[in-house]
């Protein structure tokens, strides 16, 4: 399959003509004025997601030439290859089938596999869940299995941000199961803090790592098997379990049940696997395969919808016009939602790992930027933090608003006021504020040094700064596993028109291989060789630098 560059198509000279003569300059402000039908003509249904972009510097002509550079660049094309099971992941010569493990049975590669796993999965999560709801205080009882109170999952990237995010994102729906804990960091603080208070009768550890060879994972799996043995656990086998592509170090590692997956999974697509152990404990298999079945819904959507109102496609289409035109170099993501304050954590890996990239795919160097910077914080916190910033610094930072409707507590007034606020960011971002806006509000006497004219140009927002607002109806399984695939496949969809492989993470390695060869010097406090910086921070870590 051969397709040219996104630089190197007609559609690309046309955004740069476009983009110098009207882009550049659109003005949110003018465009809602000029055309009451901006908000029904941008904003687009898919499965459990409306999105509303018409608060993005586009127009109708802006559209046309992106979608034009989606069909030069053979997006469908690569779709489609992606969802056959081609090996599209170049590099290491593997397919990208994390769609196959949220299909029904039979309609998608590897089904029989996929769903064999994923029963087994499912049953095994429903039996804990199952015993912490019998026997809550996890007392003994005679018979049946013992009372699994606590559930640590120890894995990082991956094998942590997805379960993690998931598991919070649908906390009320997991009180009734055990306790969900993460350990991820190779720093003892944190799996230290864990095991105080827990019981190694009453405790199930996920091993969670597609290589089982992950530094991290390894030393907090060896780290909490001594914990269990000095506490007097005795089954080890029934208080380890495994997930993994590598049976064979898990059996080595001593656990006897492990749930497997595919290579053709990547790490950061792998929530739809058994990584997602964690979270099917948490909610019960009912629930998880809702979360499989929206995710689904997402997947048909992106496999069928017409580029001109498919999601995915518009949002990957929408990012590359922000970095490649526009130049904004990061964006940021406000769900204003508590129980989404792992989603900007689990999408920099879902985004950056995957699209920061350097070289197209046959390692030319890039001359265009590729992945924006993914950070944010859940409203309204990130309003007295960095919203400052986003209004009236001088960047432009688009912002993605995601709202849910519906909460999932009784405090309807609050969540009135958590929408307002959204809204109220949108718009403030938007509409800003002109200097006799300022004036016209400024008390005369605020300050005894600066006149009001200072001080109204102190309080003014230049406005027309953009954002994308994507609205849910209720944070459930299926509209979290709708919501997650979309990010997924708007990130195929900007690294497929960047002509970068996605799906490999060769970034991570050099870091990897330094921290082993620097591991030893550590202890022994040879610094023959290293660079001055490293040499001189190493004594001082060693306490040897006098
Ligand atoms: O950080 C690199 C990485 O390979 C991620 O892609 C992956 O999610 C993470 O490490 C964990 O890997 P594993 O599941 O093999 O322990």
């Known amino acids: 399959m051969s397709f040219p560059r996104c630089d190197r198509t007609a559609a690309w000279a046309a955004l740069q003509g476009h983009f110098q003569a009207h882009g550049r300059g659109l003005d949110l402000r003018e465009a809602f004025a000029r055309d009451p039908a901006r908000f029904q003509a941008l904003s687009f249904e898919a499965p459990e997601v409306f999105a509303d972009l018409s608060k993005n510097l586009l127009d109708a002509a802006t559209l046309h030439f992106l979608l034009d550079l989606a069909r030069e660049c053979g997006l469908e094309a690569r779709r489609d290859a992606m969802l056959a099971g081609e090996s599209v992941n170049l590099t290491e010569g593997r397919a990208v089938l994390h769609t196959a493990l949220r299909a029904p049975r039979g309609a998608a590669p590897f089904s029989d596999e996929v769903h064999a796993t994923l029963d087994a999965m499912l049953a095994f999560a429903d039996e804990v869940r199952g015993t912490a709801k019998r026997d809550p205080e996890g007392k003994d009882r005679s018979g049946g299995p013992v009372a699994i109170t606590d559930v640590v999952n120890i894995g990082i990237g991956g094998s942590d941000l997805g379960p993690r995010m998931a598991v919070a994102a649908l906390e009320p ?30 405790t199930l550890f996920i091993v969670a790592s597609k290589t089982f060879t992950t530094q991290e994972t390894m030393a907090n799996a060896h780290a909490a098997r001594d914990w269990f043995d000095a506490q007097g656990g005795t089954d080890r086998a029934a208080h380890f379990v495994g997930v993994t592509t590598n049976l064979k170090a898990a059996a080595a590692f001593g656990i006897t049940r492990t749930f497997g997956f595919w290579d053709w999974v990547g790490g950061r697509y792998s929530l739809w696997s058994a990584i997602g152990l964690p979270l099917a404990i948490a909610v019960g298999s009912a629930q998880f395969r809702a979360f499989l079945d929206g995710a689904h819904a997402m997947d048909r959507h992106f496999a069928t919808a017409p580029l001109a109102r498919n999601l995915p496609v518009l949002l990957g289409l929408l990012d590359l016009w922000y970095r490649n035109f526009h130049g904004f170099a990061s964006r940021s993501v406000a769900p204003y939602h508590q129980g989404l304050h792992r989603l900007p954590a689990y999408l920099q890996q879902l985004e950056m790992e995957s699209n920061g990239k350097g070289v197209d795919l046959d390692g030319a160097p890039l001359p265009y930027g590729t992945s924006p910077v993914v950070w944010g914080e859940p409203g309204t916190n990130g309003q007295h933090a960095y919203f400052q910033m986003l209004h009236q610094g001088t960047d432009v930072i688009p912002v993605e608003f995601i709202l849910v409707r519906q909460p999932a ?120 060789g290293l660079d001055a910086s490293t040499a001189g921070l190493l004594q001082r870590l060693k306490g040897a630098h006098a």
């Open 173 to 202: 729906l997991a009180r009734s199961g055990p306790r969900l804990h993460f350990v991820s960091n190779v720093d003892g603080h944190d799996i230290d803090a864990v095991l105080r208070g827990l019981d190694a009768r009453r």
């Open 409 to 528: 507590h009784a405090l309807r007034d609050q969540h009135a006021k958590l929408l307002a606020n959204g809204l109220a960011q949108a718009q403030a971002l938007m509409l800003g504020k002109t200097i006799d806006q300022a004036l016209a509000e400024q008390a005369p006497t605020a300050s005894a040094t600066l006149d009001r004219a200072t001080l109204a140009r102190h309080r003014t927002f230049p406005g027309n700064r953009p954002s994308t607002t994507l609205l849910l109806e209720a944070l459930t399984p299926r509209t979290l596993g709708s919501l997650i695939a979309l990010y997924e496949h708007r990130v195929f969809v900007s690294g497929a028109l960047w002509g970068i492989n996605s799906f490999d993470q060769w970034g991570v390695e050099l870091g990897k291989a330094l921290c082993n060869a620097l591991l030893p010097r550590l202890d022994s406090g040879d610094v023959a």
